[in-house]
């Protein structure tokens, strides 16, 4: 038996029957590619100013490649944390490319060999730019662009960064660390087109920052996950509420109708009497 996937072949279209041209889908995921890669600069800049040689910095990105998890690390290393600790929650924030991998390995349909491979490039910017496509084609096109370009731009200005730590001086400054969140808010915002949608991201906004300065890195992101199933519940809730007030309301409505028919018994039978009088 075939297996399952969310598109049932590569000619499925979306809802309204329209197909993204594939020049529109690369031109997307090569705007995502090359905003978000050169945010590395920010990343090589940290990372030896948090005490990391170049080839360490670089084998981050080479072999992490998940821009939150890495700045986590470094960041907790700049200061001073302990080793262990910084990993531990750079590996909290990564987790929710697991749940990234759930969901586009039914988009993508990938064949078994390459499926180790892609899954170095499961990342936010990544599932983005691949759940705005409407079919299959678009969605693996828009992986493989956004997740090459990332990776190759992000990996060399790392390693620029890394060299060049002292010359390019605070990132802030830059506002490169910034370039990431915007854009991966700038993809996901249209999506939000249902009011459950944009209550979810609502709730999950408040709790990851609101927990932020009580918990450890990475943990606020799993936490506001939750948002999602407490939002689904309330509404189950809500629904059955609703439900159960609908199925009372037409004992009430029966004695309603059943009076009406009297009622205009009663009426007739006076005209009647009307009439032989």
Not at 177 to 192: N, T, W
Request: net charge neutral.
């Amino acid at each position: 038996m075939g297996e399952r996937t969310a598109f049932a072949d590569t000619d499925v279209t979306g809802p309204d029957g329209a197909r993204r041209p594939d020049r529109a889908v690369v031109r997307d995921a090569l705007g995502v590619g090359i905003a978000v890669g050169l945010s590395g600069f920010a990343f090589g800049v940290t990372s030896a100013g948090s005490g990391l040689s170049v080839w360490q910095t670089c084998a981050l990105s080479l072999l992490v490649f998940t821009g939150a998890s890495q700045f986590a690390l470094v960041g907790a290393l700049a200061a001073g944390g302990n080793p262990l600790t910084a990993a531990a929650g750079a590996f909290f924030l990564g987790v929710r490319n697991a749940f990234y991998g759930l969901r586009l390995s039914q988009l993508l349909a990938l064949p078994r060999f390459l499926r180790p491979f892609a899954a170095q490039w499961v990342i936010d910017e990544t599932t983005a730019v691949a759940l705005a496509q409407t079919d299959r084609r678009g969605v693996r096109l828009g992986f493989a662009v956004t997740g090459l370009s990332l990776y190759v731009l992000w990996n060399l200005t790392t390693l620029l960064g890394a060299l060049g730590a002292e010359a390019i001086g605070d990132t802030d400054a830059w506002g490169l660390d910034a370039a990431g969140p915007a854009v991966f808010l700038a993809l996901l915002a249209p999506m939000l087109k249902s009011g459950t949608e944009r209550t979810v991201a609502g709730c999950a906004v408040l709790l990851g920052l609101g927990l932020l300065p009580v918990l450890p890195a990475g943990v606020p992101v799993l936490v506001a996950a939750l948002a999602a199933p407490a939002v689904l519940w309330a509404q189950g809730v809500r629904r059955g509420r609703d439900g159960a007030t609908r199925e009372r309301r037409p004992a009430g409505g029966a004695v309603d109708r059943q009076g009406e028919p009297r009622a205009e018994a009663a009426q007739a039978h006076d005209d009647e009497d009307g009439d032989h009088r």
